[in-house]
């Protein structure tokens, strides 16, 4: 998880609130796809993500975080029409707090921020829509994370966006981690395939020395089950072939050395490609683009 997440560099962090009172519902269309991460402190309300799971109630001192950057509604029940967010919510403005028929009997305090666009769709399609967080043990962490942010946001001072960025990666790696320790959590991507013990020990391996000639064979040891077993399992769980998955990952780490400049006769060996013309052809099919032309645009 944490070499997946390290893809991820959080920027443009917005922190605000949000009160309403009576019947209300708003849909809020992000264009810039940011996650969310949110604790309600007072009342309750319905979540919905367009194309997720079904709605969820969220009561006071729960948390939910929506890492994928999809549009959702909020609202007191499920059937009062939603009014645009664009309508009722002016420019973000850090520490602001939008009221909502007179607010009263609903609040929740929040962060959102952007991540960087070209790796993040694919790092992020492997999270769950929505990550809700009851614990009240749990809750505490994640409030208090949002309360730093929301202070960092609303009194500047020296390092403040740094302290802002850092905190938007540990609201979201501490919401993964306890939806990850759910014995209800389910579902397909790499994401889910870390609560699986023996395929976490083979994705360990492939993240370890993504520049290996891995064989199904091999990795189906590591995780102690046999090559087809084991190969089975990793695509049910996963949603590809092992094989698979280590050349996403290659083209990832390549896609992130090429950013910083990094030459591609030397990052070509490294994620074990014998050949620059092998690696680009492997980036070409992965990434949509050349090796070259994937830096220019960067």
Known sequence: MSEVLSLLKPRSSVSSGFEAGGDW?????????????????????????????APVRIAAGECFVLPRG???????????????????????????????????????????????????????DGLPAIVQVRGAADQEAL????????????????????????????MLVQALRLHLADAATSGTGWYFALAHPRLAAAMAALHTDPGRRWTLSELGRI????????????????????IGYLQRWRML??????????????IAPGLGYESESAFSTAFKRTMGCTPRAFRTQA
């Open 70 to 124: 999809r549009p959702f509604r909020l609202g007191s029940d499920l059937v009062t029409p939603p009014v645009d967010a664009r309508t009722i919510f002016p420019p973000p403005v850090a520490g602001g707090v939008v009221c909502l028929n007179g607010g009263g009997s609903f609040a929740l305090v929040g962060s959102r921020f952007a991540v960087e666009g070209r790796l993040a769709s694919v790092l992020l």
């Open 25 to 53: 519902a708003v849909r809020f269309a992000d264009p810039e796809a940011r996650i969310k991460c949110y604790a309600v402190t007072h009342g309750s309300c319905w979540l919905s993500v367009e194309g997720g799971e």
């Open 253 to 266: 780490l390549a896609g992130e050395r090429l950013k910083q400049g990094e030459p591609i006769a030397a």
């Open 223 to 242: 995780a102690g089950m046999s090559r087809s077993a084991f190969a089975l399992t990793f695509r049910e769980r996963v949603g590809e072939t092992p």
């Open 143 to 170: 409030v208090w994370l949002v309360e730093q942010m929301r202070r960092e946001v609303r009194e500047p001072r020296p390092g403040g966006a740094l302290v802002a960025r850092h905190l938007a990666h540990m």
